[in-house]
């Protein structure tokens, strides 16, 4: 865990560069690629979005890239964080309506043309996601697909800490399972997450 002195210095980072990072189209590939190597120093693993100046206010999502280690990270970086009027500051990439589609190695998915199965062990929840393409040949890339759909349907923070096995499917397998559309789970999720922890 990176000491407070390497979270303030991040911080005192930012701020003498604040400008840069708001204005990041003005020098793209340097300013997105400062701020990469600042959050290095804290963690290899932290990763960021900045989300468009909406009434001269950005949204800065600090994330793990869904590494479960590296989540304290991100909450201890946040918590120290100054003051900042330009900046929303947002602890995990958050759950986001599923309206675009994802484009990875070549691969375009719609949110829509997936189907997810929720599982329960009576412990805890599992899930499986089918894709009309999916193929063991490509299996990182539809892993890699899958996650960044889960992290938009249920936020990053959920997927991590609230589901246990993961797995990805082509739309053929197991063709009697219980199957919705991607974009119904997260109130299907939270809906049976509440209905596990009371059971429990």
């Known amino acids: 865990m990176s000491d407070d002195t390497t979270l303030r210095q991040f911080w005192h980072w930012f701020k003498q560069n604040e400008d840069m990072v708001f204005h990041f189209e003005r020098n793209q590939e340097h300013a997105l690629d400062s701020l990469a190597a600042a959050l290095a120093g804290v963690s290899p693993n932290l990763t960021f979005e900045i989300g468009p100046a909406k009434n001269g206010i950005r949204d800065l999502v600090i994330s793990a890239d869904g590494i479960k280690s590296a989540f304290p990270f991100v909450e201890a970086l946040v918590a120290v964080a100054p003051a900042l009027p330009r900046w929303e500051l947002i602890a995990f990439r958050p759950r986001r309506k599923l309206e675009m589609d994802v484009s990875l190695a070549g691969r375009r998915v719609k949110p829509e043309d997936v189907e997810f ?80 922890k009371r059971a429990l």
């Open 117 to 196: 199965c929720l599982l329960s062990n009576g412990q805890e929840l599992g899930i499986y996601l089918f894709f009309p393409d999916y193929s063991e040949e490509e299996k990182r890339t539809w892993g890699q697909i899958g996650y960044l759909l889960l992290d938009e349907a249920l936020g990053e923070y959920d997927v991590e800490t609230k589901l246990g096995p993961i797995k990805f499917f082509h739309t053929s397998a197991y063709p009697d399972s219980a199957r919705r559309p991607l974009p119904d789970l997260p109130e299907l999720f939270d809906e049976r997450y509440a209905a596990l």
